[in-house]
């Protein structure tokens, strides 16, 4: 009987530190020590207007709860959203990799996403232009993977080391911490103008790939060049991807402006709502599969995370997807707290010696100790791997186990030599065992020195929309450079890249592309090398487009999830309302009634529909598409208010799909200044499958010539 009660005690506390979710739902307040709470309201004092006394230990813990509620924000990547869901593996792939996770297709390995832009801090913007993280951990039936990856597929630089100068360069400027979450200012383009090993990465985030539509309609790349073993401990190389169901897509920067302004959260608001709505994002992996033999077979390092391999060259072959469908509980619990490590690998997945990955394999875990304060930052909820873990590490800061027994070492007689070690055919981890002859140098492989051949090749296979808005943001960013020089260093080097998109830049910043300029260009080595080995090389042209590289060759196939905004007043017409947005909301649209006023309407069929924004709290910029039913009463109401015209202009201007049926007209009459309708995504009096297909093309970016002076 005593044995059983012990046994059930024990089993309560083993539970009760495994399970660390709390429901506060029908408890009592207590304090931390479970004292029940009386009064949460008052300090503590002598006498009704007396001074407060030391003694209120109630007052005490909570004030001190309350004063240690932050942790350090991340040094990059601070400002995050996140998600919990599956991967689910298509076909198993065991001649590359005998991971479980690739290997198993009957597993649904639980997953948790993190997506962060990079510069701004925790409570920056979602729409700063920058590139953005791309975070799974995979909680794996042999341990947790950690793919730590971003939304491009390149990296700014070569080697770890200069990681601190290029984060320094783009954060705020020290002495005024000026700007915040921008990239547009004089040190970061004084580094990427010095450092060339940048302007891959660069010329990304000048596209549209820096301003996504949302977090769900974007890519995701590992970047490096990791390593797949199988069960014969063969290796082949490999370049992870995420590839979204819904399309790459992305707004335009006069919208990331002022989305930053109408909804600082849009991007987190966007993924929380979708998988509260129940259209769980999915993303499916691929892998581009390198030979070990082919190893040197490209006109790039493998090895060079500024170089991406073009799928042109080696497919993509998906194998899996990943699902998002479960929000976190907490936000500081799961998304704060969530440490990604790339160096948390499984058997089956290996590392190359790519000198940027090799840095991050220190990086993450000493970020953590002060992050979370100290080594037992795994003991975390949201760290904790699902499968049980025993080793002999002890004691630290926030031990939150009770680890059992007399001993804490390893060879042990005490414990019959236990945690004992696991053989590798019983899924003990084991290093690829490549070969290495070397001297051990402190410089950077000639093979990584072409820096002008793939921004290049970027540019080549954008549409003609694509570099338009590849210019306009060169011209925004340096234009809000002070230094000359600065700017004239960058003209010379974007001409390297291509002449005509220097041009243009040019005469946007009002300068001349310079001839030469005076010093060295590639500062990525050492004081005593010779600089001129490392001016420019000759560009090289493996490929002369890769069309995957354009987000014009993405899908365009649904319009599941896109906010369309209808704009109503009392007398709209029911019957065309209810046919196009039946329409809409079987295609997965989420519509959008706004009114001059909150509360209610009444269509000309006399009901009374609630109104999701009155016209003065929400912006143009957070709807994708337009509709306009008619109804003469609603229609003559709107065109006095000068909001709905603005509304509409600004929708026009970003090359949108606008719908409108019978007096509806009237009002895009009075608000286009000039005739649009001929263009395809302007559709008057016209079905509902037509407005749904313009949708699904996302924009028409052939608008964006004529539209370009409206002035709003
Ligand atoms: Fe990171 N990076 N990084 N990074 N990184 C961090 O780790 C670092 C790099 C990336 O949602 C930090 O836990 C170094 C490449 C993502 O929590 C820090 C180098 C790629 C996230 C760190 C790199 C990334 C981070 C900050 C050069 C794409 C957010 C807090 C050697 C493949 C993960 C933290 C999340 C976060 C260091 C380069 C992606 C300081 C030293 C390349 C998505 O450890």
Redesign the pocket.
Known sequence: MANDKKTNSESKKINDLKSSEKEFKGSVMTTNQGLKVNDTNNSLKSGERGSTLLEDFLLREKITSFDHERIPE?????R?S?AHGYFELYESISQYSKAGIFTDVNRKTPVFA???T?AGSKGSPDLARD?????VKFYTQEGTWDL???NMPI???Q??????D??HSVKPEPNKEIPQAASAHDTFYDFVSHATETLHNHIWVMSDRAIPRSLRMMEG????TFRFINSKNESHFVRFHWKPKLGVHSITWDEAVKINGADSDFHRRDLWDAIEAGHFPEWELGVQIIPQEDEFKFEFDLLD?TKLIPEEMVPVKIIGKMVLNKNPENFFAE?EQ?????GHIVPGIDFTND??????L???????LS?LGGPNFHQIPINRPVVDTHNNQRDGMMQTEIPKGQTAYFPNSLTGGCPHLAKIAEGGFHSYEERIDAKKIRTRSESFNDHFSQPALFYRSLAKWEQQHVADAYTFELGKCNHDHIKERMLWLIAEIDSTLAKKVAEGLGLEIPTSIEQPVNQAIGADEEVSKHQPPKKKNYLDQAPTLSQSNTKFDSIATRQIAVIVANGFSMKNFKKMSDALEKEGAMIKLIAPHGGTVKCDEGMSHKIDAAIITTESVLFDALYIPGGKDAVVKLMTEAKFIKFINETLKHCKAIAVDQEGEDLIDKTFAINFKKDTAVLINKEPIDFINAIKKHRNWERSELVKDIPV
């Open positions: 991340r040094i990059v990547h601070a995050g996140a993190r997506f962060s990079v590139v953005r993280g791309f975070a730590v990856g971003n990296f700014f630089i080697d770890a080391m200069k990681f601190p290029l984060i790349f590992g970047i490096h995370p998304t969530v440490a990604f490590l790339p000198p940027l990955l090799q840095g991050r220190f990086s993450y875990r000493d970020t953590q992050r």
